[in-house]
């Protein structure tokens, strides 16, 4: 018998400015911080929920995922705002361990909820009244396409996102052009486009 062949979707894809508003209809500091800190590093979902404040290496504008998909660890570029951003919300909780830690007092020694995080963006991508099917993993596509528009080659943006095959990577390109520059300053420049977050809770939000 011969197999129906399987049909491939592109991703939905957010512009900087999409970012922007999705990230200002966020009203908890610590949704807002982690989905910028999703996007603007190229992480999956609970990879950036089990980011460890040892992880951040200020000194070489690195960050050390730890078991990523497959169980492999990698390292991605740090930006220079996502640095700041990352600093200034650690100092709101001194987390010993997380950076993300558990809003639960009974379970602050773990990580935050992935299921709160996930109602998070969905009432920010509601609210910003963007019509596409948007979840948070679509940050980490996001990512990878203003990567390439930005200009980094495919092999680069491999080891970022830590794909083991170049054929997943390969379909940003279906999604944008590239070209060839310093993927340190390529990362910085279309994460500088969407600035910081507000860094303060909404009032009277829940």
């Not at 018998?1 to 400015?17: F, G, N, Q, S, Y």
């Not at 949704?31 to 951040?56: M, N, P």
């Not at 650690?90 to 379970?107: A, D, G, M």
């Amino acid at each position: 018998m011969v197999k129906p062949t399987k049909t491939k979707h592109l991703p939905d894809i957010l512009t900087a400015e999409e970012i922007v508003v999705v990230l200002n209809c966020v009203h908890k500091l610590c949704y807002r911080v982690y989905l910028y800190t999703v996007y603007t590093l190229g992480l999956r979902l609970s990879e950036a929920l089990h980011l460890k404040v040892g992880d951040i290496d200020g000194k070489t504008k690195r960050v050390h995922v730890h078991d990523g998909k497959g169980c492999k660890d990698r390292f991605v570029i740090l930006p220079a705002n996502t640095y700041r951003v990352l600093r200034l919300f650690w100092q709101t909780h001194r987390h010993n361990k997380w950076i993300f830690p558990s809003l639960q007092p009974k379970r602050h020694n773990s990580p935050m909820d992935k299921g709160a995080a996930q109602h998070a963006m969905k009432l920010a991508v509601e609210e910003a009244n963007i019509h596409k099917k948007i979840s948070i993993h679509n940050l980490r596509h996001s990512y990878g396409t203003h990567s390439l528009e930005s200009g980094m080659d495919l092999r680069s943006l491999q080891e970022l996102l830590g794909h083991d095959s170049p054929t997943t990577t390969a379909i940003y390109t279906q999604l944008t052009d590239t070209i060839h520059k310093n993927n340190q300053a390529i990362v910085n420049e279309f994460v500088a486009k969407i600035g910081m977050p507000r860094m303060e809770d909404d009032t009277n939000a829940d």
